[in-house]
């Protein structure tokens, strides 16, 4: 075998080597979804916690400001019970007052309520906060794995790569171009083995002056039918 079919053979060694390569790539952006998939319950938990946190302390500052509201019209009108003369008017004022009364006890038990729900509401959050932070850290450690799983997939294809680039590198322009151009028509697979007179790749048969010629390993011949270059293998017996 020639060095230039050495080269060829080696390139596309490393060639199905780095399909495999890249597939295993393929599998690292849904592992990494799948480890974000984990944290995505603790998050709406926690999320949902500090929503109703904030609900209960906004309801409750409402209540509080109403109660205020109203305890400042019971003493307004006790101050005009005072004023009045009539009792029509006197009795009317007593309604007002025992009416914003009972309003300002009614909301003032509602904010007790309240702040009893923000103690609850609170103690909900820090658990949410703390699963969240346990489901965090469990996810960095997970993606750190990933990562490194990947780099070390990526220094292999870094590695084929450079040896790819070495063998064509000792190809004349034209060929490593003609190898390239086939590699992409035919999916990754430009060289294929002479076997028994037939194209490994697609099966066709190779004329026997043809045949002779691939395994005598002297020149590039191509299969007539799909294209892809010959090789007999290294250590393949040589007829003439």
Sequence with gaps: ????????????????????????L????????????GLVGAKAALAAAEDKGKAAALAKR???????TLAAQELKFQGQLTQVKKNDEYAALLHEIAGAKKKREELETFVLERMEQEAAVAAEVQRAKATFAEASKAVAAERAKVAAEEAAVRAEESDLMAKRAEALST???????????????????????????????????IPPQAAKEVRRGLAVVECPDCGRMLISPPGAAASV
């Design 26 to 37: 393929l599998v690292f952006p849904a592992r990494i979804a799948r480890v974000d998939a």
């Design 62 to 68: 409402d209540a509080e400001k109403q109660a205020e």
């Design 1 to 24: 075998m020639t060095p230039e079919l050495e080269s060829l053979w080696r390139a596309q060694s490393l060639d199905r080597a780095l399909l495999v390569v890249r597939e295993r």
């Design 171 to 205: 190809l004349p322009a034209v060929l490593r171009a003609r190898y390239e151009r086939i590699l992409v028509a035919r999916k990754g697979q430009a060289i294929a083995e002479l076997t028994k007179d037939s194209c490994s790749g697609c099966g066709g048969r």
